[in-house]
């Protein structure tokens, strides 16, 4: 049962529904879940997710899961709340209050007996920090405890593996060093075989080890680096969190507000960054204090149109990479077109963070959703009863055919696999798959 038909309702409300789920959505505003009955196969209920008589309703005493994501906090927690009696085994709120996340003798989720709370902001604020450490990459995400990396990078033209099939690309290594999960080309998402050509504009997902990540950016002359200057344009919880987590790394920040008193509140809790107080649309200001060299511009204020716009002028002026907030995530594949490199909407963020909890447990262990792409990436066990997938080399396994093999985790050690690798029971694997193939590669294992 999900409660609350906005964006992040509507997102898990498609994915796990896809997966046969059965889903209710419960929303108090009866046009919005109209307009959603075209689209999703699922149960509709109308009133509020806070009212027993509306969950009683929805079928509350035949629920396993309730994820709470309504624009208010109260009626997030209440029904929560209100689910309890009824022992519904995992119970998800989304708050956005920060005062729920403040430092205490226990954790939010103890103190409310939720079992897990989504901070859309602190979410936000995370994925900016993973996407930060890495400079040439758009999408980062870890599996495996922080050994295995996956990451998304964008071919512009004049890349030496343009023109090249990935069989020529692995070719080139001395070593097994990758597998490249997916191609992203414009709104396709292709599996690649070894007959697959680069173009210029792709956008590629690469499994590596994360000890190997130099040899993977230079097989395609990709060069991260930490970032030594970030502008931060917007100082709410997101742009303070980042900066906090960034100084601390030695890193020279320079956080633009426009509100004076926040500017104030901010300098008192911040100790090496520089706190700014003028517009992020201010070009002679950003241009003052050196936007044009920066390595890294973060905008995460309140405003899309200033969030775009102020991107948009850091490219203009030679910013190395943006990470641009933007509220509507429909409107995020076309910040690529625009020239901006990374657009990240905290609803989805924080939607992926419910889908990888939800999805966390049995034999799967971990999931990400990838940015820009209708696919996924699941981090699963080889348990005892599938003794039949071991001793066999992958090439002779029925695969699902719209999914890839990206690494393989033995006793702390990454492997990654070849057609001749074979599957050992306690094996921990990470598989990439697009569209609905969960389904398939959950059927392959169970």
């Known amino acids: 049962m999900i409660v609350g038909a906005g964006e992040v309702g509507r997102y898990l409300c498609g994915k796990l529904s896809v997966e046969g789920q059965e889903v209710v959505l419960v929303d108090e505003d009866e046009v919005k879940l109209r307009r959603l009955e075209r689209d999703l196969n699922i149960l509709f209920v109308h009133g509020s997710g806070a009212s027993m008589r509306v969950l009683e309703e929805a079928g509350i005493d035949r629920t396993d899961l309730f994820i709470a994501v309504t624009d208010s906090d109260e009626v997030n927690l209440i029904s929560c709340i209100l689910s309890k009696q009824y022992n519904v085994q995992s119970r998800i709120a989304r708050v956005r209050n920060e005062d729920f996340y403040s430092q205490a003798s226990q954790g939010p989720e103890e103190a409310l007996d939720i079992d897990l709370l989504i901070s859309p902001d ?62 992203i080309r414009g709104q396709q998402t292709i599996i690649p075989r070894g007959d697959d050509i680069i173009k210029a504009g792709d956008k590629i997902y690469l499994v590596a080890r994360k000890k190997d990540h130099a040899h993977v950016e230079a097989a395609f002359q990709f060069t991260s680096h930490m970032p030594r200057d970030v502008f931060i344009i917007g100082g709410g919880i997101i742009g303070y969190t980042v900066a906090k987590a960034l100084e601390r790394k030695k890193i020279n920040v320079r956080l633009i507000e426009q509100n004076h008193d926040t500017c104030e509140r901010l300098t008192g809790r911040l100790n090496r960054a520089v706190v ?14 050196g936007i044009d060299q920066a390595d890294l511009v973060i905008s995460v204020t309140d405003s899309d149109t200033t969030n775009i716009l102020s991107s948009l002028l850091a490219k203009h002026h030679g910013a190395r990479k943006c990470i641009t907030k933007i509220t509507k995530p429909d409107f995020i594949p076309m910040l690529g077109k625009l020239g901006i490199d990374v657009g990240l909407s905290p609803r989805l963020v924080a939607a992926d963070m419910i889908l990888r909890y939800v999805r966390g447990g049995g034999k799967i262990l971990a999931v990400a959703t990838l940015l820009g792409a209708d696919a996924e990436v699941v981090e699963i066990l080889v348990t005892e009863d599938r003794e039949d997938l071991t001793g066999v080399p992958l090439m002779e396994l029925s695969f699902p055919r719209d999914a890839v093999l990206g690494a393989i985790v033995r006793r702390k050690k990454v492997i990654i696999p070849s057609g001749q690798t074979r599957l050992k029971t306690g094996d921990t694997l990470v598989i990439f798959f697009a569209k609905d193939g969960m389904a398939k590669v959950e059927a392959f294992f169970a």
């Open 122 to 183: 602190l979410a936000m604020a995370e994925e900016i920090l993973r996407l930060s450490a890495i400079s040439d990459a758009f999408d980062v995400a870890e599996f495996a405890n922080g050994q295995v990396e996956l990451l998304g990078y964008e071919v512009y033209r004049g890349n030496p593996t343009v023109g090249k099939t990935l069989q020529q690309i692995q070719a080139m290594q001395p070593q097994n060093y990758f597998v490249m999960a997916a191609i």
């Open 276 to 289: 700014l107080n003028f517009d992020g649309l201010e070009a002679h200001d950003l241009l003052a204090e």
